[in-house]
C-alpha cells in the first residue's frame, strides 16, 4: 500500500506519518525534511531551496521533482507514504509519469482536513526536535522536559517558517496551487477525505481504515 497524504501546512502529516512508519513499516518521504536536510548539510539543492522555504514559497517544480525521482528510484520495494508531495498539478503529473516508469503505484490520496483557524495555532506552537526531527506542540503535546526531545535528549527549535506572516504565505499558497489537488484525486479515483480534528490516536485510526 503506497499513500499521498495531503493538506495543509499544519494538518498533521508529519504527526500520522511517524505513526504510519512505526507501525505499518512505511517509509515517509516528505520533501519538506528532506529539503531541511540538504539546508544543514549545505548542499547545492539546499542553497536552492531555502529561500523559497523561508518565505514560506513552494520550491519550483522542477527542483522538487528531480530530488523525488532519486528518492523513488531507491525504494527497493518498500511501501511508502509521500507527505508533501505532489503539491501543485505539475507535480502530481509528473509523479503520474515517475510511477510509471519505477512500476510504482498509489493506492489512496488521503486528504488530512482541518479547518484553518486551528491551522495556525498548531503551526506557531510547533517544536522540533534538532536531532531527531520528532514533533512536539507548546499545547497539545509537551515534552516531559522543556526544550528537549522525549526521544533523543537533543534541543527543540522552533521552524524558521513557524513564523506568523510566513504562515500566512504558506497558507495562501496552499490555497491556490495545493487544493486543487482535491479534484484531481477525486478524477483519479484515489481521493479518500479523513477529519484531521482531534486526538492524534483517534485521526490515525481513521486514516489506518480508510486505506
Ligand atoms: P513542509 O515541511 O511539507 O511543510 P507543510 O506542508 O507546510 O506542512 P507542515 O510540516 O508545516 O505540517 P504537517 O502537516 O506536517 O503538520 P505536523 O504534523 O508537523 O514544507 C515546508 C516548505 O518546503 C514549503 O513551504 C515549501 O517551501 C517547501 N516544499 C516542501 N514540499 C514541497 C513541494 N512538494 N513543492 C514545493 N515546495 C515544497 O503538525 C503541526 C503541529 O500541530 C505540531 O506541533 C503537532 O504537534 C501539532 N498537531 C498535530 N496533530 C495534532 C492534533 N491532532 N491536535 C493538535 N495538535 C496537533
Ligand atoms: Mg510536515
Given at each position: 500500500?503506497?499513500?499521498?497524504?495531503?493538506?495543509?501546512?499544519?494538518?498533521?502529516?508529519?504527526?500520522?506519518?511517524?505513526?504510519?512508519?512505526a507501525r505499518k513499516k512505511m517509509r515517509q518521504i516528505s520533501t519538506g525534511d528532506l529539503f531541511r536536510g540538504h539546508?544543514?548539510?549545505?548542499?547545492?539543492?539546499?542553497?536552492?531551496?531555502?529561500?523559497?522555504?523561508?518565505?514560506?514559497?513552494?520550491?519550483?517544480?522542477?527542483?522538487?521533482?528531480?530530488?523525488?525521482?532519486?528518492?523513488?528510484?531507491?525504494?527497493?520495494?518498500?511501501?511508502?507514504?509521500?507527505?508533501?508531495?505532489?503539491?501543485?498539478?505539475?507535480?502530481?503529473?509528473?509523479?503520474?509519469?515517475?510511477?510509471?516508469?519505477?512500476?510504482?503505484?498509489?493506492?489512496?490520496?488521503?486528504?488530512?482536513?482541518?479547518?484553518?483557524?486551528?491551522?495556525?495555532?498548531?503551526?506557531?506552537?510547533?517544536?522540533?526536535?534538532?536531532?531527531?526531527?520528532?514533533?512536539?506542540?507548546?499545547?497539545?503535546?509537551?515534552?516531559?522536559?522543556?526544550?528537549?526531545?522525549?526521544?533523543?535528549?537533543?534541543?527543540?527549535?522552533?521552524?524558521?517558517?513557524?513564523?506568523?506572516?510566513?504562515?500566512?504565505?504558506?497558507?495562501?499558497?496552499?490555497?491556490?496551487?495545493?487544493?486543487?489537488?482535491?479534484?484531481?484525486?477525486?478524477?483519479?479515483?484515489?481521493?479518500?477525505?479523513?477529519?484531521?480534528?482531534?486526538?492524534?490516536?483517534?485521526?490515525?485510526?481513521?486514516?489506518?481504515?480508510?486505506?
Open positions: 500500500m503506497n499513500i499521498i497524504l495531503f493538506g495543509a501546512p499544519g494538518a498533521g502529516k508529519g504527526t500520522q506519518s511517524a505513526l504510519l512508519v539546508i544543514k548539510q549545505q548542499t547545492r539543492l539546499g542553497t536552492e531551496a531555502k529561500s523559497f522555504m523561508d518565505a514560506g514559497k513552494l520550491v519550483p517544480d522542477d527542483i522538487v521533482v528531480g530530488m523525488v525521482e532519486d528518492v523513488l528510484k531507491d525504494l527497493g520495494g518498500q511501501n511508502f507514504i509521500l507527505d508533501g508531495f505532489p503539491r501543485t498539478v505539475p507535480q502530481a503529473e509528473s509523479l503520474d509519469v515517475m510511477l510509471m516508469n519505477n512500476a510504482l503505484k498509489i493506492d489512496k490520496a488521503v486528504f488530512l482536513d482541518v479547518p484553518k483557524d486551528e491551522l495556525m495555532a498548531r503551526l506557531t506552537g510547533r517544536r522540533v526536535c534538532t536531532g531527531c526531527g520528532a514533533t512536539y506542540h507548546v499545547l497539545a503535546k509537551k515534552p516531559k522536559a522543556p526544550g528537549v526531545c522525549d526521544l533523543c535528549g537533543s534541543k527543540l527549535e522552533q521552524r524558521v517558517d513557524d513564523k506568523e506572516d510566513v504562515i500566512l504565505t504558506r497558507l495562501n499558497a496552499y490555497e491556490a496551487s495545493t487544493a486543487p489537488l482535491v479534484d484531481y484525486f477525486k478524477k483519479k479515483g484515489q481521493f479518500v477525505s479523513v477529519s484531521g480534528m482531534g486526538e492524534t490516536e483517534e485521526i490515525y485510526k481513521r486514516i489506518a481504515g480508510s486505506l
